[in-house]
């Protein structure tokens, strides 16, 4: 939980100190990471919920891991799913 939740609030927290302005090549790999932790977690994430259903202390972190997601691409895969 933490690596994901760190990378998306701090990314370039692996970046120079010096600078903290972002260049549109490091935007860009923002976005593409986010991405594809949307793909990924779009597909496990019920799975993981199923898995831990007992275990409430999990189920807080898995529950917060929607916040990072990009939300265009979960809505766009739920509705080519019913489609």
């Known amino acids: 939980m933490y690596c994901v939740e ?3 609030v701090d990314p370039y927290d692996s970046f ?3 600078s903290k302005i972002a260049s549109i090549k490091e935007i ?3 976005q593409e990471d986010k991405a594809k932790l949307t793909e990924h977690f779009i597909k496990t994430l019920p799975l993981l919920l199923d898995k831990y259903r007992a275990d409430a202390d999990k189920l807080v ?7 990072y997601f990009d939300l265009e691409m979960y ?3 739920r509705q080519e799913a019913v489609s």
């Open 6 to 8: 760190n990378f998306i």
């Open 16 to 18: 120079s100190s010096f």
């Open 28 to 30: 860009k790999q923002v």
């Open 61 to 67: 972190n898995l529950l917060s891991f929607p916040q």
């Open 75 to 77: 809505v766009k895969s």
